[in-house]
Each structure stands twice: as C-alpha cells, then as structure tokens.
C-alpha cells in the first residue's frame, strides 16, 4: 500500500511538474511570436515592460496562485527564523513632497506596510536615501531615510524589517498606476 501512494505521489509530482514546464513553454513562445508578428507589437512589448514599472510581485502572486511555488517541492528547509513582525507606529505626521513624513523614535526599526520586491535602492532628489518596494497590490512604496540591509529584488514579506531609521523622521510615498496616494487613502482600501 505504502509503495502505491508513494508511487502515486511521485507520479502527481511529475505530472505537475511537466504541467508548469509546458505553460511556461507556451507563454514564451506566444510572447515571441507576438513580438516578431509586427514591428508595433515590438515597440508595445517594449514600452509595457521596459518603459513602464513592470509588476513583477503581481505577476509572482498571480503565479503563486495558479502554478504554485516556483520550486517543485512544498516542504523547502530553511535556516531562517522569523525574529521581526512589527507593525508601523509613529506619533505625528506631516506632508512631505508627495508623500508623508512621519515622526518615529531615533533608530526606528521600520516594517514593511506590504509583502513585495525591492525595485529601487538609492537617492531620490528631495527624499535622500530611499528603498522602493513594490508590492503585491500593485502599490510601490517609497521608504525614505532609511539604513538598510536588504538588497535589489529581495522578496519582503508584509511587517518584515526593511531597515533602520536615520534619524526621528521617515517618509512614506505611495505611488499606484503612475499616482501618488495619500498614505491614510492606501491604508483604508489596502487588502
């Protein structure tokens, strides 16, 4: 009986697998032969996914949601201990650019407000050092004035530490579809 089920197992694990091969197989292609079938079609798929923010943690759900995990076994061992699931606290806040300041202690360990990839790490003209994560529900957020550890296209999960503070203030932009949000509008219809 035993030999059966692990047999039947092994058998859905294939088949599953040959499964997710085959469809991305198909959507290469039919992306290569939507490109090659005209020049206007070139210059679309050109300006969509390298002129445009491509939504890579949207298409990464989506692809979660339907295929599964990218791996093709469930149980992946991790040395990794999840020691940090904060959520965002500060004592006033104030307009700043096009996003919002908030006043936070020195040092503030800062939370991810979404689980999403870090798209941007850098200076922004205005905001000084700033981390962009763009998140699953298509919002990309701005976390300014921040020291940290993360690295371009991390994955972060939602309340996971995305870094430290320099100083008592941080500025938070949300910006969806090309718009910047008010930070009290995304919290309300977030999820």
């Not at 092994?10 to 697998?17: A, V, W």
């Not at 469809?23 to 032969?33: D, E, K, N, P, V």
């Not at 990309?140 to 993360?150: A, E, F, R, V």
Request: net charge neutral; aromatic share 14%; charged share 25%.
């Amino acid at each position: 009986m035993k030999k059966k089920e692990k047999q039947n197992k092994r058998t859905k694990y294939i088949n599953n697998l040959f499964s997710r091969v085959l469809i991305s197989i198909i959507l290469f292609l039919s992306s290569i032969i939507f490109i090659k079938s005209s020049n206007d079609n070139l210059l679309m798929y050109k300006d969509y996914v390298f002129e445009r923010s491509f939504k890579f943690a949207t298409l990464n759900k989506f692809y979660k949601k339907y295929l599964g995990s990218i791996l093709p076994f469930d149980n992946v061992p991790s040395d990794e201990t999840t020691v940090f699931n904060e959520t965002f606290k500060y004592t006033d806040t104030s307009k700043n650019l096009d996003g919002t300041k908030f006043k936070v202690t020195d040092n503030y360990l800062m939370p991810a407000l979404q689980s999403g990839i870090v798209v941007f790490m850098g200076e922004k003209e205005g905001y000084g050092k700033t981390i962009i994560i763009q998140g699953t529900d298509g919002a990309d957020i701005w976390y300014t004035n921040i020291s940290s550890s993360l690295k371009l296209y991390d994955y972060v999960e939602k309340n996971s530490l995305v870094g430290e503070s320099l100083s008592d203030e941080i500025t938070l932009v949300v910006q969806k579809n090309n718009e910047y949000i008010d930070f009290e509008e995304y919290e309300k219809n977030k999820d």
